[in-house]
């Protein structure tokens, strides 16, 4: 059986759940409180992060290669062009919100709303709070340029930067941190992606202490 050891509102948990369930790959999932810095975690990734995936013996670490792992290995149904200009263009958009993205938006809600609080390491910093605020508007904003000139977020197909944008956008839907309401081409985006089976897994997290908003399981929002 294959295992990911993950927390629920983890974007780069969603990424990784999100390919193994639109490649119909069975996993068992195992929720790991990774701060505790338990000893058997660590000796399972010494870097102390997750997602971790266990699949033939092996312990596969950090979200983008796990996902190209699984591509390689499980290529059908594709989540990476064929040629070079098109996978570069999945690559810089995946970098984009597992860096950018994350580091001006999420770290700032998601972290400073939930993970303070599970993590027991004080209250929301209200800076942070505001400056993610302000910063996703631009991300969203950018997301409506690229959705205007395309049907996905890296071109014509569904690809792994789809999952990478959805699984960040996902979890700050949890908090109710998204303003659907700025750009209808990436409401639309995202309710194209929500409804998707692979979705599902996501849209039936619950976590302790935070209940998620109404809207958050409506496919049609």
């Known amino acids: 059986m294959i295992r990911l050891y993950h927390v629920p509102l983890s974007p780069f948990c969603r990424k990784v759940r999100l390919c193994l369930a639109e490649k ?26 997750v997602p971790v995936l266990r699949i033939d013996d092996m312990h596969l670490s950090e979200s983008t290669p796990i996902c190209e792992y699984l ?25 984009w919100f597992d860096d950018k993205f994350h580091n001006e ?3 700032k809600l998601l972290y400073e709303r939930v993970n303070r609080k599970l993590m027991k390491t004080g209250y929301p910093v209200a800076a942070n ?25 890296a071109g014509d197909a569904m690809t792994l930067a789809d999952f990478a944008a959805a699984a960040h956008l996902s979890a700050l839907d949890y908090i109710s941190d ?3 309401n700025r750009h209808d081409v990436v409401k639309d985006w995202y309710a194209k992606i929500k409804s998707r089976p692979s979705f ?9 202490g ?3 908003p109404a809207h958050y399981t409506d496919l049609d929002f």
């Open 24 to 49: 119909k790959i069975e996993v068992e999932l195992v929720e790991e409180r990774y701060w505790e810095q338990d000893a058997d975690f660590l000796r399972r990734n010494p870097a102390g992060k």
């Open 71 to 95: 591509e390689e290995r499980y290529p059908n149904p594709p989540l990476m062009p064929k040629d070079a200009e098109g996978r570069y263009e999945v690559r810089r958009l995946v970098s």
């Open 105 to 107: 938006v999420t770290s």
């Open 129 to 153: 709070v505001k400056s993610g605020s302000k910063a996703i508007k631009y991300h969203l904003d950018y997301m409506a340029w690229l959705l205007d000139r395309r049907r996905w977020l």
């Open 178 to 180: 998204v303003d659907w």
């Open 200 to 208: 599902r897994s996501l849209l039936a997290d619950q976590v302790s």
């Open 210 to 212: 935070f209940p998620p």
